[in-house]
């Protein structure tokens, strides 16, 4: 029977790293994953995390019972009020709650699945390009159609709103929509506010679901709160919906798989149904989740020091991508690479989306060891002071030879 398995395509991210692992060349550079780097370009295990550890490690009072299936309740209200903000009126009406789930992942799979098997979702749109998993998940939780909208123009290397409204409008009533809540993964492009407005609209008017993934939150301006405008923009709209958070970048808990999927509806009578019906997906799916990335973020969140603390190392994560940023471009300019550069400086978040076309990204890695994927896409957290000038070089040279 086994022998009838056809071999699957290996996933380009991860494909990457193993091979820049196994890369003995002294000035290689992982651009690929999406995984932040401090300035020797090692990983970060944020102070604030090793010390909410610590401190759990120390409370006895703590066991190893199974949770419940939606997870901790302080660490998904703290989640939930760190999205939606202070001032949000759903969350005064009890209009909104978290389910602690696998990560981004995790939140993307339940919600995928419940929208399908309760609300009888089956058409679904990702924006062209997306993550690399956004399609996956969606057909593996019963989704059987799944369609692009437009996102990003090559030419103009910016968004292409004209068409993205456009195919929103043509979008079948019930489809449900995936986007990116802030820091676009691949393109580092956002809508503007005035453009969310103009997206919201045609979500409205077309009856549309909107599934906000926000996996970057923080990781654009520093500022946790602008980088929630436009889900609280949506949720003061009145929009039903639900948001997959991720911590793995901005706590740094990649490897802990902790996320919350938020729910906001218009009616909170019918909480307790809706809650019912995510934990028979979850019974179903892995019965429960593990409890420490959530009770390490409970334990920051609710403990107004250590939240502060926690804001201050998001910030200095975005702030060093942000000086990447700045140095890739000033390097290539300095380079005379061809083109304009300016890309580089506009785009957000963890990525640049750099313009090198498949055979260019192809020759960064083969020639000059530098790992990025075959779209262009280069992950900013990869580079450092000292990398810098030898990754502007050899983009000089994947474009003139
Ligand atoms: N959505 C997007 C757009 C992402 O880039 C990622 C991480 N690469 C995720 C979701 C989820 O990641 P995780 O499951 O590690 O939280």
């Not at 003995?24 to 090692?42: P, Q, T």
């Not at 502060?308 to 000033?330: C, F, P, S, Y």
């Not at 990869?382 to 990754?391: F, P, Q, R």
């Amino acid at each position: 029977k086994f022998s009838a398995v056809p071999l699957a395509q290996p996933i380009e991210v991860f494909e990457l790293t193993r091979s820049y692992n196994e890369d003995n060349f002294i000035n290689k550079v992982n651009l690929g994953v999406g995984a932040y780097r401090d300035e020797h370009c090692e990983p970060w295990v944020l102070p604030v995390v090793r010390q909410a550890e610590q401190a759990l490690a120390n409370d006895d009072s703590l066991n190893k019972e199974y949770l419940p299936c939606l997870g901790i309740d302080a660490f998904s209200k703290a989640a939930t009020l760190q999205l939606l903000g202070n001032d949000c009126q759903a969350l005064r009406e009890n209009r909104a709650f978290g389910i602690q789930s696998l990560s981004g992942t995790g939140c993307l799979r339940v919600g995928a699945e419940f929208l399908h098997s309760q609300l009888g979702c089956s058409v679904f749109y990702f924006s062209n390009p997306t993550w690399g998993n956004h399609k996956l998940i969606f057909k593996n939780a019963g989704f059987t159609d799944a369609r692009e909208y437009r996102y990003w123009s090559q030419s103009s290397r910016r968004l292409d709103f004209k068409g993205l409204l456009e195919d929103l409008n043509n979008a079948p009533e019930n489809s449900v929509i995936i986007l990116h809540a802030v820091a676009h993964n691949p393109t580092g492009c956002d809508p503007t506010e005035e453009q969310w407005m103009e997206i919201a609209n045609v979500m409205e008017a077309r009856k549309l679901f909107c599934f906000f993934d926000c996996a970057y939150q923080g990781f654009a301006s520093g500022d946790l709160d602008k980088d929630a405008w436009a889900v609280r923009y949506f949720v003061s709209r009145g929009f039903e919906m639900v948001v997959a958070q991720s911590f793995a970048k901005n706590f740094g808990l990649y490897n802990e798989r902790i996320g919350n999927l938020t729910v906001v509806v218009k009616d909170p009578a019918f909480i307790p149904h809706i809650k019912s019906q995510f934990t028979l997906v979850i019974r179903g799916m892995y019965s429960n989740p593990p409890s420490h990335g959530a009770r390490i973020i409970a334990y920051i969140l609710n403990n107004p020091d250590l939240y502060e603390q926690w804001k201050l190392a998001v910030k200095t994560m975005a702030d060093r991508i942000i000086l990447m940023r700045k140095e890739l471009r000033g390097a290539l300019e300095r380079f005379q690479a061809p083109g304009s550069w300016d890309h580089i400086t506009t785009q957000i978040g963890m990525f640049s989306y750099t313009g090198l076309n498949e055979a260019q990204s192809e020759y960064m890695v083969k020639k000059h060891h530098i790992y990025m994927l075959k779209s262009g896409r280069i992950s900013m957290a990869g580079l450092t002071l000292k990398n810098i000038e030898y990754v502007a070089s050899a983009i000089v040279d994947s474009l003139t030879n």
